[in-house]
């Protein structure tokens, strides 16, 4: 059962191999239905960053679900915006708070660049933050750390830095647009890929050829996009509000043949290229 199944980070940290994403949930009642249905359908996962706010609902449905704290893996991430050691801190200390929580499992710094200026250099500032990573890690209130929308040479940095790399990567993935140069990096230096927007906020699901391979497997479009991540060892991070979308969502136990996977792999949408908010 795919809700059973993990990928390991290069610190020997297991990660349940689906995420439950909350990004555009808003805080409240939708957040915290919404991630009460998810962990009773059996999503060990969740992930939300302090910009989406809705940390404080989601920590109140984790404490309401009955679920054993160690039995599931919390992921959020400091501000794009924050590029200074003290304030990655307090950001962190935010966090924490706000889901009321003694430790994080995965913490990223959530781009190389404040949104207001993408694809800035703020090197010197991912420094800092990193270093703020680091020792909040080594004092084992965070348990893995990581990054989100990164390139090669924003991972080098501080990677070279403080010795220490980032176990995982959360960028823009889907079926039509999968940045192979970026994964293929991340891989072969044993950085876990997590997938984010996987359905490409439902873009793709209209595609001919992705509609003709879920006709074949008898499956949603959504459920071939969510599994082709997972085939290509990445880990797929579905949103919903929908409790029988969670569940759908969930609902991976097949695998795709190679042969279809080499005709998805012929997707592409140059329209999807501009990088995904998350």
Not at 105 to 110: A, P
């Amino acid at each position: 059962m795919i809700k059973d199944e993990y990928f390991t980070l290069s610190n020997g940290i297991k990660i349940p191999k689906v995420g439950f994403g909350t990004w555009q949930t808003p805080d409240g009642d939708v957040a915290y239905e919404s991630t009460i249905w998810a962990i009773k359908a059996g999503y060990k996962h969740i992930d939300t960053a302090l910009v989406y706010g809705n940390e404080v609902s989601i920590g109140k449905a984790i404490k309401d679900s009955g679920a054993k704290r160690s039995d599931l893996f919390i992921t959020t991430k400091c501000p794009a915006d924050v590029k200074t050691y003290e304030g990655a801190l307090e950001a962190f200390n935010t966090s924490l708070k706000n889901l009321d929580l003694d430790y994080i499992d995965l913490y990223l710094i959530h781009a190389p660049w404040p949104w207001s200026n993408v694809g800035g250099d703020y090197t010197e500032g991912n420094k800092a933050v990193w270093k703020a990573f680091v020792e909040l890690y080594n004092k084992g209130l965070i348990k893995s750390i990581g990054v989100s929308n990164f390139h090669e040479a924003d991972i080098k940095a501080i990677w070279d830095y403080t010795g220490v790399k980032p176990m995982v990567n959360q960028i823009r993935y889907f079926l039509g647009n999968t940045q192979p140069a970026l994964t293929k990096y991340c891989q072969d230096n044993d950085i876990l890929v997590e997938a984010y927007s996987p359905l490409a906020t439902g873009k793709m699901l209209e595609n001919p050829t992705l509609l003709e391979v879920a006709k074949k497997y008898n499956v949603s479009p959504a459920k071939i996009c969510l599994r082709y991540c997972i085939e290509n060892n990445t880990l797929p991070l579905p949103k919903s509000v929908h409790e029988n979308r969670i569940i759908d969502n969930l609902d991976l136990n097949f695998t795709i043949a190679k042969e279809d996977m080499d005709v998805l792999n012929t997707i592409h949408d140059e329209t999807l290229d501009r990088p995904l908010r998350s």
